[in-house]
């Protein structure tokens, strides 16, 4: 059983940061492309930010320029540094990691954007 753990959701206010973090196992982290799904009530969960083994990504265009998705290899981890934010942004947001023996998704964290 593959566990991505999730962290750093919380509650700020429109404007405001927050950064995400998905923590993976070693050998899944070093060979799959990760990534950060949002879903929000009454919508389809969709594609944020990505990030591949070559470090290339991939931006939803309502966060370019807002979002940065980056690996922190001493710890596994993979972060999502969230700026200028809306309250659009507001969502559960899961981690993903995609790679050649199947996907896994943490357990959601829940971001909220509200004054």
């Known amino acids: 059983q593959v566990q991505l753990v999730e962290s750093g959701g919380g509650l700020v206010q429109p404007g405001g940061s927050l950064r995400l973090s998905c923590a993976a196992p070693r050998s899944i982290y070093i060979t799959y492309a990760m990534a950060w799904y949002r879903q929000a009530p009454g919508k389809e969960r969709e594609l944020v930010a990505l990030?591949?083994?070559?470090?290339?990504?991939n931006y939803a265009d309502s966060v370019k320029g807002r979002f940065t998705i980056s690996r922190d290899n001493a710890k596994n981890t993979v972060l999502l540094q969230m700026n200028s934010l809306k309250p659009e942004d507001t969502a559960i947001y899961y981690c993903k990691a995609s790679g050649p023996y199947g996907n896994y998704w943490g357990q959601g964290t829940q971001v909220t954007v509200s004054s």
């Open positions: 990030i591949r083994t070559g470090d290339d990504t």
